[in-house]
């Protein structure tokens, strides 16, 4: 009901007033409490469901999608609506290659992103903007931080000429809506033409030090759909913003924190490294 695809702010915020997050974590602890580390089989109806509990399980099927495809029923519905090429809900040999090339130009096979320096000047430059406006109004709110993030999301994936071009993530944010509803809600055919003409616009001029650059020189087998793997990193890049404004909220209540983060930044041999900002990130995700 919060909304798979893209959040509905309020029934977040009811969600957040009855506390359901707090609700789901604790049945699933006592769900493994009561039948141990899984997984655990769900006879609903219509269709048997297993709940994955344990670590070991989920990187198994993250690692064996030939046999664990993550392209549901539910999720090729949703997702159809805004990237109906991605990789998440490709099969056979489609899926293979856009995988390899999902992996190629985000550099998975590596802790920190072979162009991590640039992505983090690019972070600082809008941090630092963001953080004048903020002091003009003495506090920051959610709202400009997200803006603010966008802006450094379209800069880092396709380009300069990208930061202001709010549009291409509004258009996006049209299509998060559609999806949500999955199979209850038509395509919006033109809507999603349009989009990926603008991506594809912003891709042709590969901006060095970008992700637009690594895709221009990536090794192509002709069916990557480079467009549409984008569109889901434009997409999946807002639990990121989530994620850092906890984590900076979580510095923020606690002073001593803060003061190593402070201390992290200031000593670290690389703006990419910085290990207590990295574990207060961490922190939030498992606390949210």
Same mark, same amino acid.
């Given at each position: ?13 009811? %969600? ?7 609700? @789901? ?10 039948? @141990? ?31 664990? #495809?993550?392209? #549901? ?7 159809? !609506? ?25 550099? #998975? ?25 903020? @002091?003009? *109004? ?9 803006? /603010? ?10 380009? $300069?000429?990208?930061?202001?071009? $709010?549009?291409?993530? *509004?258009?996006? /944010?049209?299509?998060?809506? %559609? ?14 033409? *349009? ?6 616009? !912003?891709?042709?001029?590969? $901006? ?18 480079? #467009? ?9 890049? $807002? ?14 209540? !606690? ?10 930044? /200031? ?22």
């Amino acid at each position: 009901a919060k909304g798979v695809i893209i959040r509905r702010p309020t029934v977040t915020r009811i %969600a957040q007033r009855l506390d359901l997050d707090g609700r @789901g974590v604790r049945r699933m602890q006592k769900l493994r409490a009561t039948y @141990g580390t899984g997984p655990l089989v769900l006879n609903l109806p219509f269709r048997t469901q297993v709940l994955v509990m344990a670590p070991e399980d989920v990187h198994r099927m993250l690692d064996d999608t030939e046999v664990f #495809s993550p392209a #549901s029923r539910e999720k090729t519905a949703a997702l159809a !609506h805004l990237e109906p090429h991605a990789s998440l809900i490709s099969e056979g040999r489609d899926r293979a290659v856009r995988r390899r090339f999902n992996e190629e130009v985000l550099d #998975s096979k590596h802790d920190v992103h072979r162009m991590a320096a640039q992505f983090v000047a690019v972070a600082e430059e809008e941090a630092n903007r963001l953080l004048r406006e903020a @002091g003009t *109004e003495g506090d920051l709110e959610w709202g400009p931080f997200n803006a /603010a993030w966008h802006a450094m999301v379209r800069r880092v994936t396709l380009g $300069e000429a990208a930061r202001d071009d $709010e549009a291409v993530t *509004e258009m996006l /944010a049209k299509l998060r809506q %559609a999806a949500n509803w999955a199979f209850l809600h038509p395509r919006r055919k033109g809507l999603l033409a *349009e989009f990926h003409a603008r991506v594809d616009h !912003h891709l042709q001029r590969a $901006e060095p030090g970008t992700l637009a650059a690594m895709i221009a020189a990536a090794d192509k087998q002709g069916n990557e759909a480079p #467009s549409h793997q984008v569109a889901h990193w434009l997409f999946a890049f $807002e639990p990121g913003a989530m994620a850092a404004f906890r984590a900076l909220a979580l510095l923020a209540a !606690h002073p001593e924190g803060m003061a190593r983060a402070r201390e992290d930044v /200031a000593t670290a041999e690389s703006r990419a490294k910085l290990p207590y900002l990295r574990g207060s990130v961490l922190e939030a995700l498992r606390l949210w």
